[in-house]
């Protein structure tokens, strides 16, 4: 198999990607034991590459484990890394049921096990498992039973170590395990699969995992195996190198033509970031919808945009996490305290966090501002202004939020957690207000935006890896720029500061914190920023476009009402302004006067009119505008081609039409000249400069007067402004206590509105448990085919079962009426006093009734009682024992038919029950034996005779024929009664369709001497 390791160029050595967020970092070589990393250095075969496979689940992921492995076939070339949630406490028996499962080996993982093709390795309890020159290592876990995130912290360490060879699946599980780890393995090229959230048994890990938008497939698990071979074994391996791919499959204005598709959807521009990561990420799209040429890939962005919206994600993958590299904000921690003191009371502390990503680091740096605050001194205050900015405006939206999921205690301390950090109903945590207020989230490009100014801190950590070198050159310059003297910059630890050392003052050469040098930049490198260009073509365009919107067009209603009342009132050459001096229409020939002004192009009357009508015509306007009627100044000089011009100057202020009112309208009208003052050499002739000195003193006088009353308009104006200014802050601070106690009372009623959810909830679920009773109640009721009348203290209806129809012509309207009010079917009259005493005294009534219809019913009356004991009326069942009462009826006829029988038959019968007493007696045996056989009822046997009789034997073979031992009987001689003749007794069992009736016919006669 190919080795893929080499199908990418690899990153410098210094510029590692960033770690995940909301974890802390799975173990590196310098956090794992000498003995750990010798064995897996010795262990270590770089031609040996495989695909990693990390599978990863919590409660009911067994049956997707299941699904997956069964679908694999026994050799698929890759290893298998099961990571579960497992009792710390219990043996585990995961990798037996994994073995029935799957023909490849299962083998519980162990320290130092070397990782092959074709095996699976299970976690074991109680241990973290991590991976390093493909050896898994376990630990002991640190954190706590239930905040342990073991699948997060293997995903990482797989990420970094198999980089684009490592795949993870996400099961079926609670929480949001793996969400982290799965953004690792993407940053580094793997590939990323989820189990559909609608075919797990617990939802929350998969969609938490799909929630990050990084997962490649999303399928039942019964399919992922399928995808998993098709990827890995056709495009990724298949693909040709990134050096012979340049000039075939991946031509040079490919990617231009990406960057362009790209920047046109989301105006961003990735023309300045590193070509291999970017074209990582374009391949791994690529690889998503098994497309192999870049032209093809172009062509699918073309042809959808939901593609070219997913690619810009890929590029954006945020990975941050709070207090990132706890040992470098420990180090800036140690920085903050003399920048602090320098700063004055009551001043304010302004950071920048540029590519803030999803906030983390943002509001980890205000965390550590407040922390550093109070431990210089708590009573004096200072203002934390945080400026968190980054070009994705999701991640923005996300981090003003503030809520993140209960992963962060992993990086979070406890303390931490409870004075910055409320936890939510749901287990995740959001930022306090307190952090919130001093972080300002805005959408921001580095690239080409300007950057923030006059800052104390400036921390761009981890963003510079990903942008290209000359581009980094014109950042620093602009973060030297942005900074204040001796403020702070805080750089990533793969990030420098190669070419700029003398702009920056190193203070801690590991994690890159650096002091701003007093040396001044190179202002090529601050004008060559992209920023520049792209503001002052933006500005050149925003004039263009002003000027061109400003002027109206040739024709139109606006042109017809000029030309409307130029007509009404002139002909002579004019123009129409406004009162600050724009043209907005031109009638006639207006060249003699009027001519373009040098520089940018523009249409004010004040810069185009010839300098001899400056003054004059300045005044006109300024005196028409200002008294709103027409100002008419004779005699004016304009020196022209064919030399001195007298004109008349005319500013006449319009009111109507209503569409020109308050525009001016100004007209040049030209006067007889004489010849010779046409002629005539101004600069030479005494008139001539008598005039113009006379004209120049007028100017003057009038410049001293527009200039006092300016200035007095100024001073009037600054008061003006001084007194609206003190209002406005007045104001303002009435709005900010609004404010803050709008914000107070938004929080109570945020509070409040959460606790009625909850008890909401809770009333939702009693109302749902209480439907489900009551439904139960009446499908008991009804299936009982009892029929139930329930009524209160007042004898009125409450309910009724449908089976009270037959008894009382009721309607579901009825309830509600009194129960009186109603005829009833039954021949019972004492109904309303029966319920009455029930309801009295607490006692049940029963009672076997007759309907009119010949039915019967058992009726009970019963008190209806409360939950709480409370007796709150009556219950009235009616159950029909028609059925009974016929067949009760009929026994009774039977039992008289066979009394009779038995009564007249002419031998000496009787018929005994189980217990042998007599139940029917013949005439003929009471005559023999001088007995009453009304009296013998009941009777035992031996009442037939003397108190000598012996039935000894007699006794014994009827029980015996009861019981079934015996059998019937014929000749079984008795001494006769009374010293009489001997007697012959037989009997019969009596039968009921051939089933015993627990009965036996005896027959007695004399023996004949």
């Known amino acids: 198999m190919a080795d893929t390791a080499q199908t990418y160029p690899e990153e410098p050595e210094n510029q590692e990607p960033a770690a995940p967020i909301g974890i802390a970092a799975p173990p590196v070589e310098s956090q794992v034991s000498s003995r750990q990393l010798r064995l897996a250095q010795s262990q270590e075969n770089t031609t040996d590459k495989f695909p990693i496979v990390g599978l990863g689940g919590s409660a009911g992921s067994l049956q997707a484990f299941e699904a997956i492995f069964r679908a694999l076939p026994p050799s698929p070339g890759m290893a298998f890394v099961v990571v579960m949630h497992l009792a710390p406490d219990q043996p585990s028996e995961l990798p037996a049921v994994l073995q029935r499962f799957t023909h490849m080996p299962v083998h519980e993982a162990a320290d130092g096990l070397k990782v092959r093709p074709n095996h699976v390795y299970v976690i074991p309890p109680d241990a973290d498992m991590s991976m390093l020159h493909g050896t898994l290592l376990l630990f002991q876990p640190t954190q706590a039973r239930g905040r342990r995130l073991p699948i997060d912290f293997f995903f990482q360490s797989l990420a970094k170590d198999a980089r684009e060879r490592a795949i993870c699946i996400i099961c079926s599980g609670m929480g949001s395990d793996g969400t982290v780890g799965l953004k690792m393995v993407m940053e580094n090229f793997g590939m990323v699969m989820v189990q559909s959230p609608e075919t797990a048994e617990y939802d929350s890990m998969p969609r938490s995992a799909i929630a990050t938008e990084f997962v490649d497939y999303v399928l039942p698990a019964g399919q992922l195996p399928a995808k998993l071979l098709e990827y890995m074994h056709k495009p990724l391996f298949a693909r040709p190198r990134r050096e012979q791919a340049e000039s075939d499959s991946q031509p040079a204005h490919a990617l231009q033509k990406i960057f362009i598709l790209i920047r046109a959807q989301t105006g961003h521009d990735f023309s300045f970031y590193k070509r291999n990561t970017v074209f990582r990420r374009i391949e791994r799209r690529m690889n998503a919808h098994q497309i192999h040429e870049f032209p093809q890939y172009v062509r699918y962005l073309q042809e959808n945009p939901a593609e070219v919206e997913a690619l810009f994600r890929e590029l954006l993958i945020g990975v941050t996490k709070f207090f990132r590299d706890p040992e470098a904000y420990q180090a800036l921690q140690r920085q903050l305290p003399p920048l602090l003191r320098s700063k004055p009371t009551d001043s304010t502390v302004r950071v920048w966090a540029p590519g803030c990503s999803t906030g983390e680091e943002a509001y980890s740096l205000a965390m550590l501002l407040l922390e550093s605050l109070d431990a210089i001194d708590p009573a004096r205050y200072l203002k934390i202004q945080i400026f968190a900015t980054d070009i994705n405006p999701a991640a923005i939206d996300f981090s003003r939020a503030g809520l993140y999921p209960t992963n962060i205690t992993a990086d979070v301390s406890p303390e931490r957690l409870q004075r910055f950090f409320v936890r939510q109903p749901d287990g995740s945590y959001q930022i306090t207000k307190e952090v919130r207020d001093v972080v300002i989230f805005a959408v921001h490009n580095l690239t080409k935006d300007a950057p923030f100014t006059k800052l104390d801190l400036l921390c761009c950590r981890n963003l510079l890896i990903y942008l290209s070198a000359e581009l980094q050159k014109n950042l620093l310059p602009v973060f030297h720029y942005a900074l204040n003297p001796s403020s702070l910059l805080f750089l990533g630890p793969s990030e420098n500061l190669t070419g700029y050392q003398e702009l920056f003052i190193p203070l801690d050469m590991k994690w890159k914190i650096s002091r701003r040098n007093d040396a001044s930049p190179s202002i090529t490198r601050l004008v060559n920023f992209p920023f520049a260009l792209s503001q002052h073509s933006a500005t050149a365009a925003g004039n263009v476009t002003a000027m061109s919107t400003s002027l109206p067009r040739k024709s139109g209603p606006f042109a017809a009402l000029v030309q409307k009342t130029l007509l009404q009132q002139y002909t002579p050459p004019a123009v129409i302004i406004n009162v600050r001096g724009e043209i907005l229409y031109v009638n006639g020939r207006t060249g003699r006067y009027l001519e373009p002004a040098p520089g940018l192009g523009g249409l004010n009357l004040f810069e185009m009119a010839r300098e001899e009508l400056n003054y004059e015509l300045s005044a006109a306007v300024h005196k028409a505008s200002t008294t709103r009627q027409t100002v008419v100044a004779e005699r004016v000089r304009v020196q022209t081609e064919s030399g001195l011009q007298l004109l008349r100057l005319t500013v006449h202020f319009l009111e109507q039409p209503e569409q020109l009112a308050g525009l001016l309208l100004v007209a040049f009208e030209d006067q007889p000249t004489p010849r010779k003052m046409r002629t005539a050499n101004i600069s030479t002739s005494p008139e001539s400069r008598d005039a113009a000195v006379s004209t120049l003193e007028k100017e003057l006088q009038y410049t001293k007067h527009r200039l006092q009353t300016t200035i007095e308009e100024m001073e009037s104006s600054l008061e003006e402004l001084k007194s609206t200014n003190e209002e406005l802050q007045s104001a303002n601070e009435e709005l900010q206590s609004t404010n803050e106690e709008a914000m107070t009372n938004k ?128 219950v009235l069942t009616f159950t029909e024992v028609s059925d009974m009462k016929h067949l009760e009826a009929r026994l009774r006829e039977s039992t008289r038919l066979a009394e009779s029988i038995i009564e007249t038959m002419n031998e000496a019968l009787l018929v005994l029950d189980s217990e042998l007493r007599i139940q029917t007696v013949s005439q003929t045996l009471a005559q023999q034996f001088q007995l009453d056989a009304s009296r013998l009822r009941g009777q035992p046997l031996a009442a037939l005779g003397p108190a000598g009789w012996n039935l000894t034997p007699l006794h014994e073979q009827l029980r015996a024929l009861l019981n079934g031992s015996g059998e019937a009987f014929d000749n079984l001689h008795l001494p006769g009664p009374k010293g009489g003749r001997p007697v012959r007794a037989f009997a019969r069992l009596l039968l009921s369709a051939g089933q015993p009736t627990g009965h036996v016919l005896l027959g007695l006669e004399e023996v004949a001497g």
């Not at 129809?805 to 009194?818: E, K, N, S, W």
């Not at 019972?828 to 039915?855: F, H, M």
């Open 747 to 874: 929080e109570e009623m945020q509070s409040l509105n959460e606790e009625l959810m909850t008890l909401n909830m809770q009333y939702l679920s009693k109302t749902e448990e209480l439907s489900q009773a009551a439904n139960d109640m009446k499908n008991l009721l009804d299936a009982t085919e009892i029929a139930t009348i329930f009524l209160d203290n007042d004898m009125v209806i409450k309910g009724f079962t449908p089976s009270m129809t037959r008894i009382m012509h009721l309607q579901p309207a009825d309830v509600g009426r009194p129960i009186t009010h109603f005829a009833s079917n039954l021949r019972y009259a004492t109904l309303e006093q029966d319920v009455r005493q029930v309801i009295d005294r607490l006692t049940t009534v029963e009672a076997t009734i007759e309907t009119t219809g010949n039915e019967w019913f058992s009726m009970r009356i019963l008190p209806y009682r409360t939950l709480d004991n409370y007796i709150s009326g009556a």
